[in-house]
């Protein structure tokens, strides 16, 4: 199951998930500034997307059911 970052996030910082064992993340248009290495040395990062606002509601429709 993707990771997603929480809409109220809107910085993440230098190197905030670096090391981590994250497979997939899903940025939204709120997460504005993404510091440098935030997401390095994940070796099993195999995917990253970011979602529209469209498809974040999507997502909480299908949770909801």
Do not use: M, W
Not at 11 to 40: D, P
Request: with cysteine; glycine share 4%.
């Amino acid at each position: 199951k993707p990771f997603v970052l929480p809409r109220t996030l809107h910085t993440i910082g230098k190197e905030a998930f670096s090391y981590t064992h994250l497979t997939s993340v899903h940025v939204r248009k709120e997460n504005t500034t993404i510091g440098a290495s935030a997401f390095a040395n994940n070796k099993k990062l195999k995917e990253a997307e970011a979602l529209a606002k469209e498809q974040v509601q999507k997502e909480k429709e299908c949770e909801g059911h």
